[in-house]
């Protein structure tokens, strides 16, 4: 048995006084992509967003329970925060690159990390593109606005931007929300390659997309989190019947 | 339905009549300007007029310099900004960024406050704590001295930098933030590389904005520089600033003389002055908006 990287035992959440999440038990295994499914509004993505904590922006977000990472509780008093999210790195729905050039967007994340010297942040920025499959798209263009690029490529270069801060694991909050299909099919591409070396957690409302991607899927609704198991027993012998009923697209 | 249109008609020629007025307004006052200070500009060369060192308007021979003053209004803006903008902008952050709640709309209460005081009110107060202060505390001769009037500008003008930093610093998305701790940033780091960034333009138009106030702005300087038409080389002594100078001569000169005229070929250069800060804010303005 491998030693899970996170371990959530009885997470609640509550937004003042809105009981979002209710008692979640999950173990997340390393190398390996976990998907999270159910309805909007169930709770996936206050999940996903505790375990960065970067829920803690949100002035009336409270939690019990305890999130494990290496078995270390992250809402511990003397956890790190900022090296917790820079090992913990996260893509977001809506892509958020600043408003800065492509080249800036990812020098950006070395320079916070105290990285000066100019070769490894040129050898950087080309690798994460690289490992983003950005590079061959923009590699002329590295000092334009990165605003100006698609939402997909966009997208992409965010995600170029989380790998080079080298991160353990990475946290994705619906990434192809607001994307094409093509742009999906780059994306969940990228997402097949990455879990070589990285431990991905993804939420989606997009089953198939859930289904092609990931080894272990979740399913949550109105807080709770139904059933989690291997992916294929989800989709093909789901214990529950509101997860057979989901996935069947019963509602949702 | 004739009345209707009428109606409409009615409507809609008073709302043009409005929205053009402020820049007929403008209009008007700059061609009366001109007017006004065109003639003296026949008599005296205007490159004389702005490089001359000398102000003495009734002295026989009269001489027209006004660049004692065009320095000293310099010379109050810049110490003004770098007293106020710094202030401002961190006022502004602490504000939008770090202040919970409470302290929060206590601050803006009382910026807003600050905005409605007189400025004939913050000068009579520099006159009587600021001027004494500085006179004591430096050891100078006296206190009315350009220091005094930056400090006393910067105040005034710190409402109308806090205020519209601080739109410009909401405006950021969220996102943005959001987007640089997940990388790990701290929040000193996220603050300054991509909040300051991305709000950059608004900041600086803001300052622009601000500074057009300062140089304007003629009861409190004129109480509390000294009026001294004099080439300034320290911060520490007394000044006269354009505005000033047409405040306080205005009501002592003959109608029809150089003098007169004089006061508002000043006008112009002020005019030009405010003129090209304003230009300039609202370019810096428009290029974010792009």
């Known amino acids: 048995m491998v ?81 917790l999210r820079r090992r913990v790195g996260m893509v977001f729905q809506k892509p958020n690159p600043f408003p800065k050039s492509i080249y800036d967007n990812i020098a950006y994340c070395l320079k916070v990390h105290g990285i000066k010297d100019k070769d490894k942040i040129d050898a950087t920025v080309e690798s994460s593109l690289k490992k983003a499959a950005l590079w061959d798209e923009v590699k002329n263009s590295l000092r334009q606005n990165a ?88 989709f093909t012998a789901p214990k529950d019947k509101r997860t057979e009923d989901y996935i069947t697209g019963r509602f949702g | 339905m004739r009345i209707r249109l009428f109606k409409e008609f009615i409507i809609e020629k008073l709302i043009f009549l409005s929205g053009i007025a402020s820049i007929l307004f403008v209009i008007l006052i700059f061609v009366f300007l001109l007017k006004e200070g065109l003639s003296f ?107 005094s009037g930056s400090i006393m500008l910067g105040l005034m003008s710190m409402p109308t930098i806090i205020s519209i930093s601080e739109d410009a610093i909401n405006a950021v998305p969220k996102s943005y933030k959001e987007g640089a701790l997940a990388l790990g940033a701290t929040r000193w780091q996220a603050m300054y590389r991509v909040t300051i960034y991305a709000a950059l333009p608004g900041i ?40 000033a100078t047409i405040a306080a001569e205005m009501g002592e000169t003959v109608y029809g003389s150089m003098h007169y005229y004089s006061l508002f070929a000043i006008g112009i250069i002020l005019f030009i002055i405010t003129f090209i800060i304003n230009i300039t804010a609202d370019m810096v303005l428009h290029r974010k908006h792009k």
């Open chain 1, 3 to 83: 030693n899970p990287t996170f371990r959530i035992t009885g997470l609640d959440a509550f937004y003042g006084n809105k009981h979002v999440l209710k008692n979640i038990n999950i173990d997340i295994l390393p190398n390996a992509v976990t998907a999270l499914i159910g309805p909007s509004g169930c709770g996936k993505s206050t999940f996903i967003r505790s375990l960065n904590r970067i829920n803690d922006l949100i002035l009336t977000f409270r939690r019990e329970g305890k999130v494990c990472y290496h078995n270390q509780d992250i809402y511990a008093k003397d956890v790190d925060v900022v090296e």
């Open chain 1, 147 to 234: 605003l100006t690029l698609s939402g997909g490529q966009q997208q992409r270069l965010c995600i170029a931007r989380t790998l080079a801060v080298e991160p353990e694991v990475i946290l994705f909050d619906e990434p192809c929300s607001s994307l094409d299909p093509i742009s999906t099919a780059k994306i969940e591409e990228l997402i097949h390659q990455l879990k070589q070396s990285y431990t991905l957690i993804i939420v989606t409302h997009n089953m198939q997309q859930a289904a092609r991607v990931s080894d272990f899927a979740g399913f949550f609704l109105l807080g709770e989190l139904i059933e989690f198991d291997k992916t294929d027993k989800i």
């Open chain 2, 41 to 147: 500009f026949k008599e005296i060369n205007l490159f004389k007029f702005i490089s001359g060192k000398h102000w003495y308007p009734i002295s026989e021979p009269e001489q027209f310099g006004i660049l004692p003053m065009i320095l000293g209004s310099l010379l109050v803006t810049l110490g003004a900004i770098i007293f106020a903008v710094p202030l401002s902008i961190g006022a502004a952050f602490y504000i939008s960024e770090v202040a919970p709640g409470k302290i929060k709309d206590i601050l803006k209460a009382g910026i807003e406050m600050l905005a409605a005081i007189p400025s004939v009110v913050l000068g009579f107060i520099g006159m009587i704590t600021l001027v004494p202060l500085v006179k004591n505390v430096l050891h100078l001769p006296t206190g009315l001295t350009a220091f």
């Open chain 2, 204 to 243: 600086i138009a803001a300052s622009m904005l601000g500074i057009g106030r300062v140089i304007g702005e003629t009861m409190a300087v004129m109480m509390i520089t000294g009026n001294a038409a004099v080439i300034p080389h320290t911060f520490f002594q007394p000044v006269r600033t354009l505005t």
